[in-house]
């Protein structure tokens, strides 16, 4: 009896096991994705460092600390080649700060063949991210780069540091050109020319504005400061109805101002401090020049 029932059992257990392999899929291709999380294996941002001295903003003639400025780059993501583009549901990003406690923008990539994306469905999915930080940040975001399949599981998450950093030249001025001295006759006015090269090594359009300061003989500053200078070749008119600034040659670095020295002008020494000022508000050196005004 106890053999019967012994081989009873072993039927139905080898009956169950056969039952399971017959209905076992035989199916020797990939591992069908849908299941499994995608997988980010390399990603890249178009602008790993950034400048933000170099960002000018439309309207602002200075650019001070606390502007808000707009960053912006491409990024581009790379999904295993084992995932069917089909079955991922996302591509997504989010920027943080350096310890994850803040977000500054969230969106998603795209695999569309649309710029900034090449081709599409080739598992490399790209788009902008562009977000906004004060131009006195300094320091590194973090941009964070994941995939989703269609059924919800999460890829792994690529961190790509985006380092946020100024590196501002301020301007140089030199070879100044001015007279040392001024002699006044009877009762007319002398035309004084000032010129000063102005260079900035970030480039000429970096360049605010090129100035100088007057001071009488008795050290008073002159109710006109200051006095802007002009790289202009002389096109514009700055007091009505045709003084124009004196410049010889427009764009060649060179900023000038014609200004006229009267004879009831007090005589003795003027100083005269030039300076100039690029877009992140930097000052360059300053030039000091004494012109003696006599009769």
Known sequence: MRQLLFEYKFSF??????????????????IDSVGYAPVVIDASFSN??????????????VR???????????????????????????????????????????????????????KANDRIFSGYIEFQIQRSFVGTVLINLWSESTVGYRS?????????????????????QAPDTIILTGQRQQLLLLTVKAIDPDGESD??????????????????NPFLMYDDGSKNIIYAPDVSSGDAFKGDNVYSLAVIINPTDALGIYRFEFHAVDRSNDSSNVIIKNIMVTN
């Open 13 to 30: 257990v080898v009956i169950i096991l056969l039952s399971i392999l017959g209905c076992e899929k035989n199916n020797n291709t990939i």
């Open 48 to 61: 790993p460092i950034i400048n933000t001295d170099t960002i000018n903003i439309a309207g602002h003639t």
């Open 64 to 118: 001070g600390p606390h502007d808000t400025l707009a960053i912006r780059g491409i990024a581009k993501v790379n999904i295993d080649s084992s995932v069917d583009v089909m079955n991922i549901s996302i591509v997504g990003y989010s920027v943080t700060n350096s310890d994850f406690s803040s977000s500054l923008t969230e969106g998603a990539l795209h695999d569309d063949g649309i710029f900034p994306d090449v």
């Open 156 to 176: 792994n998450t690529f961190i790509l540091p985006l380092q946020i950093v100024r590196l501002n030249h301020p301007p140089v001025l030199s070879n100044l």
């Open 207 to 224: 360049i605010v504005k090129v100035y100088f300061n007057s001071f009488k003989p008795n050290g008073v500053a002159a109710s006109g």
